[in-house]
Nanobody, 119 residues
């Protein structure tokens, strides 16, 4: 099984909401990993839109702050990205990723889930 599996993508109208889920498993110790949500828009490089550490402290890109919320459900091993007030510029493939806390490189990636926002 892949260590990270995303779900919840789809098509939505501008102003709507989506919640992405990332089932995170397969780590030797799930309590020592930090997670992030990245996206890749057409014609752009991959960017981190939200991150969360082992103490549930979130970080956000300026472009999504106030609209997106990242959270972790430890018992279920799920990392969520709640996306509110979505706009067409949020159209992208969204990826969940994990890294060992204390390191900066994300070593584990999901397969991605497409989010498409129509005007």
């Amino acid at each position: 099984q892949a260590p990270l599996v995303e779900s919840g993508g789809g098509s939505v109208q501008a102003g709507g909401s989506l919640r992405l889920s990332c089932l995170a498993s397969g780590y030797p110790s799930k309590w020592n990993y930090c997670h992030g949500w990245f996206r890749q828009r057409q014609g752009y490089g991959r960017e981190e839109v939200a991150g969360i550490d082992n103490a549930q402290r979130p970080t956000y890109a300026n472009s999504v702050r106030g609209r997106f919320t990242i959270s972790k459900d430890y018992p279920k091993n799920i990392v969520y990205l709640q996306m509110n007030n979505i706009n067409p510029e949020d159209t992208a493939v969204y990826y969940c990723a994990a890294r060992r806390c204390g390191e900066t490189t994300y070593n584990w990636w999901g397969q991605g889930t497409q989010v498409t926002v129509s005007p």
